[in-house]
């Protein structure tokens, strides 16, 4: 016997709710750091390969403070969001 469900993009609609924009800023905040980490890499790889100018172009960007803020957010709400959805 076959059980007839409806799948869709309906599982994916925001709901509302603490749990639902708690489980999203923990993927932002995820992606967020994968992003920095990303950009701190390839800066130092384009400063030993290529020209230093691409690798002072990619420092400003994540030296910048508004940079810095975000990854703090990013990493303090990833770590706590991490400890408490744990238990």
Not at 42 to 61: K, V, Y
Request: aromatic share 14%.
């Amino acid at each position: 016997m076959m059980l007839k469900r409806n799948v869709g993009l309906a599982g994916i609609k925001y709901r509302g709710g603490g749990p639902m924009l708690s489980w999203v800023l923990h993927r932002i905040s995820g992606l967020g750091m994968i992003i920095f980490i990303g950009i701190h890499v390839l800066a130092g790889f384009s400063m030993q390969q290529f020209s230093s100018d691409i690798g002072t172009a990619i420092n400003t960007i994540y030296e910048s403070p508004t940079f810095q803020i975000f990854i703090y957010f990013c990493v303090i709400f990833h770590v706590l969001n991490g400890l408490v959805l744990s238990y």
